[in-house]
């Protein structure tokens, strides 16, 4: 295994404290630190510590080495994941991950636009989908999906607001849940005129902080979620959205999974992030980047997600994973000491190796490296391989599906 480099992005919505902390430098730090990249995406590529050389290029020089022949047939030359430690202390932007398809015909017509791929209005960075999986670290919170229709006709009843009338009346008709109808309700209140947004946002806004101490739940969350939203984003219709989707509050080990297509918000907390090598990200409120909604709108599934958080999954004593459909990448917790003061998994494709805390000694069978809190090491995929972990500490293994 090989000691990796890692890239901070400092993102305006990032803390001063959680990565700081882990890392065991001074807190507060001297700017916002928003996501730990581990991987070797070009847009932050991690290093190998001992050459100084980014992963990316180190994978290009000898692909079937650094991913073996199984990854480099299905995914090409590239390490098909990204690996984060992403720290949010305010609410990231409402957004959508393309499929594969659409990641891959919006990177062709802007490319043949000749649209630079590093231009603020670009929508597709690269060719390919984005699905992720988000493991809370400490308790999280976010929105995943969408509701059922009739909870959103019930959760904009209760605000009492004549603006509102008429997405309740489409609701109303249509009680049996159907995609057209979120569709509608979607399209009413974030692609309407620029003017007509932000006056229902601040309306609603308004209403829901009046109403926030007098009705049950899920309404109350629902309410709160709104108003604190507009403190962060006024007159920004994307602070509607917890009217629209689910509300999803994660303890430690608890994880969401968000397919290609699922609209959703990070709100705050910390959490191990891994996602297929992506930067594609298309906004529909909520930040100060490029927002394009009705590209959003074109992309975005309107299937209802009913239930968007997954429990950790035993594979060995001490071990745990959270399974989805993905071949890109595969996510593992290891809590190496006590009872299990040394675990052994097998391990054939390339690796990252993450200690959130304690300190512990990894060897993939090349070579051995010792990682304390916030570091992270690379090994090579290897025919037979095994990953080995000892000491005493919390580590995070991404790897493949394949």
Known sequence: MELLTNEIRPYAWGSRTAIAA???RQVPSAGPEAELWMGAHPAAPSRLTSSGQPLNEAIAADPEGMLGAKTVGEFAARLPFLLKLLAADQPLSLQVHPTADTARRGFEAEEAAGIPVDAPERNYRDPHHKPELLVAVSDFEGLCGYRAPEETGVLLSKLQLPSLERIIGVIARDVGGSG??????????????AERRAILAEEVSAAAARRVD?????????????????KYYPGDVGVLSPLLLNPVRLSPGEAIYIPPGTPHAYLRGVGIEIMAASDNVLRGGMTSKHVD???LLRVVDYSIYEEPVLQPTPV?????????????FRLRRFRVGGLYPTISLPTDGPQIVFCLSGRVRADDGAGEVLLGPGEAAFGAARDDGQLTLTGFGEVYQATTAV
């Open 22 to 24: 882990i890392q065991g």
């Open 180 to 193: 057209i109808t979120l569709a509608t309700v979607t399209r009413a209140l974030l692609a309407a005129p």
């Open 214 to 230: 007098t009705v049950p739940e899920p309404a109350a969350t629902a309410y709160r979620l709104v108003t604190e939203l507009s």
């Open 293 to 295: 909604a009705s590209e």
């Open 316 to 328: 060995a004593p001490g071990v745990v994973e959270w399974p989805t459909p993905v071949r890109e």
